[in-house]
């Protein structure tokens, strides 16, 4: 029989999005992004498991992220429909920022927009599976691009409003995706 080694972990909790850090001076083959799973309130370094098996194991349970109540469905990446519903952060206009309507007063708060939608935004190339537009705030970078597997990422403007930024996107998907084709990623397609 040949030997073999094995790490067992049983952990059970709420997910979270995968946190990634890039290393100090940059990241290479020998000073890799370093990842790590969110569960509850602990992070968990994945480095580690490279290569390795690792099994999730989904439980049938979903947890509003807002409320806290249980939920066969989950609405706008981690709210109950009663949240989804009312919460300035799964609006549609999240997605597609073009078509904020704060200044008409119809946001559904206004601390939120105040905080998140009226601050600078930073309007980006990057190159994951494909050339891509794409936007974030100025203190998501590089994380935003690490996410989204960018082997490459360019800033070519910095807007004032998050509304300022879905007009730029827009114009920019006339010329390029704003889609990461992350099927082509997993095979090793560029």
């Known amino acids: ?18 946190s990634s850090q890039l290393p100090t001076g940059g990241c290479n083959p020998q ?25 999730l194991k989904h439980l049938g349970t979903i947890e509003c992220l807002e409320c806290g109540r249980a939920s066969k ?5 981690g709210y109950c429909y009663p949240c989804f519903k009312k919460l300035a952060q799964c609006d549609l206009c ?4 073009e078509r904020c309507h704060f200044d008409k007063g119809t946001c559904r708060d206004a601390g939120f927009a105040e905080n998140f939608c009226m601050q600078p935004h930073i309007v980006y190339l990057a190159n994951s599976s494909g050339i891509k537009v794409g ?10 691009w690490i996410d989204q597997g960018a082997v490459q990422a360019l800033p070519v403007m910095s807007v004032m409003t998050r509304q300022q930024s879905g007009f730029v996107e827009v114009a920019f998907k006339k010329l390029v995706s704003d889609k990461t084709h992350w099927q ?3 095979r090793g397609e560029n």
Do not use: H, W
């Open 1 to 18: 029989m040949t030997p073999f080694s094995c790490t067992l972990l049983l952990m059970q909790g709420f997910l979270r999005k995968m």
């Open 31 to 55: 000073n890799p992004v370093q990842y790590s799973l969110r569960l509850n309130d602990e992070a968990y370094p994945l480095n580690k498991y490279i290569g390795q098996e690792v099994t």
């Open 73 to 77: 469905k989950s609405f706008s990446q």
């Open 94 to 97: 999240i997605v597609s920022p």
């Open 135 to 144: 936007i974030t705030r100025p203190e998501n970078l590089p994380t935003r």
């Open 184 to 186: 082509k990623m997993l």
